[in-house]
């Protein structure tokens, strides 16, 4: 019974917006999460066949004290699922009492959408909320599905067209597509992934995508030279290090033992994103940089931002970025509050965090040709230059000449 009344709670949260699927599954604190994602999944993609049948049965009026999320998944389990299996409790009896008047609507609204399978009254109701991923644009490439949050760190970069961008920590690709998008295909992504098996997915990814400017390399992002002549225009990079994860629900949904990482694991990930952000900023022609993990510890958010600011006094700074996001970085540091955060309880997306650090001042090693127009715009040449010009241009009066 406790499985019916926390899925539920959950599709209620979900149509008031009060958080995303995976966070309110995980935020339950149902023991079985597993158990209860695929119920309210499976809820939600029949939600209008089941809403029909309810109706047409008149279960709720029936049923005065029968709330419309538990009605929902009750008819659900009953008729599309796997039957309560001794599991529905006092609701049970009650199910029990319309069963056929319910399998009855069931059949009626078959017979009149023209369809023989359960499943056929999917693609004949299908609606906005569907999952995607058997939709034919998705399956050929033409759509990327992302969570919002991890839409932020291309969008932040903002590098223009043209322009020559590092992914540091590339695989499985969706940002790197992301910021071909952005490139309009015209320029360079150098994308590095030391997993070989993640970088030839990706190389499909971006295949069926259509990208061309990125080349992909399977290298450590850390054995990167910086003096290379190949990077020496590179003036944005997207570093989305490896992290423990322990912002994403899925991966709470797949692990629902592995809570929050121990303290040897955090200092192990923070040691190698701090290493990983220092070497991004040294690169000589660096302008932007973001910073973003899937993570909601301090330890790999803020204070890998502190030591690699600390790193390079003067040089970068934190960009303010989306004054009206609610979420804003833990007051770790001055200027902390320029981070972004995201989590299913403020944003609806999942745990997120994003930090943007643009250089105080342009580098000098960045030529005039790689400098934005604004700074090539040449002002009112000094009367001295001029009066200098028009000397010269004077016949010599001195003898012998």
Not at 276 to 299: D, G, I, K, M, N
């Amino acid at each position: 019974m406790a499985v019916y009344s926390a899925a539920a709670a959950v599709l209620a949260g979900v149509e008031s917006r009060q958080g995303s699927l995976k966070g309110l599954v995980y935020a339950s604190n149902f023991q079985n999460v597993k158990q209860l994602y695929a119920l309210v999944c499976e809820t939600q993609r029949y939600s209008a066949v089941l809403d029909a049948v309810i109706a047409n049965a008149g279960l709720l009026r029936a049923e005065k004290k029968l709330r419309p999320h538990l009605a929902k998944v009750l008819v659900y389990d009953l008729l599309l699922g796997k039957g309560f299996r001794g599991r529905g409790g006092r609701w049970k009896p009650l199910l029990e009492r319309h069963q056929a008047r319910l399998k009855a609507e069931l059949a009626r609204l078959k017979v009149r959408q023209g369809v023989s399978r359960n499943e056929d009254l999917l693609e004949v109701g299908s609606k906005p909320g569907s999952d995607l991923h058997d939709h034919p644009l998705y399956q050929a490439g033409h759509l990327i599905l992302q969570d919002k949050a991890s839409c932020l760190p291309a969008m932040l970069l903002a590098p223009p067209p043209g322009s020559h961008v590092i992914d540091a920590c590339a695989a499985p690709g969706n940002k790197t597509s992301h910021l071909a998008a952005l490139l309009k295909n015209q320029g360079k992504i150098f994308a590095f992934d030391q997993d070989a098996k993640r970088l030839a997915s990706m190389a499909t990814l971006l295949a069926r995508a259509g990208v061309s400017c990125c080349e992909l390399a399977e290298q450590d992002f850390l054995a990167v030279s910086p003096s290379d002549q190949r990077y020496c225009q590179v003036q944005y990079i997207l570093l989305d290090p490896s992290c423990s994860g322990s912002g994403m629900p899925s991966r709470q949904l797949e692990e629902p033992k592995a809570g929050m990482p121990s303290p040897e694991r955090l200092r192990a990930l923070a040691a190698f994103q701090q290493r990983a952000l220092s070497h991004a900023l040294t690169f000589p022609a660096l302008r932007r940089l973001v910073y973003s993990t899937c993570s909601v510890c301090q330890e790999e958010n803020e204070d890998v931002v502190r030591a690699a600011l600390q790193q390079s006094p003067g040089a970068f700074r934190l960009a303010p970025v989306l004054p009206s996001w609610p979420h804003r970085g833990l007051g770790a540091f001055p200027g902390a509050e320029h981070c972004l955060r995201a989590s299913p309880e403020t944003t609806l997306t999942g745990g997120f965090f994003i930090a943007v650090l643009e250089r105080a001042e342009v580098p000098t090693s960045v030529s005039q040709a790689e400098a934005p127009v604004s700074e090539l715009t040449p002002g009112p040449a000094p009367k001295r230059r001029k009066r200098r010009r028009k000397a010269a241009a004077a016949p010599s009066t001195q003898p012998g000449t």
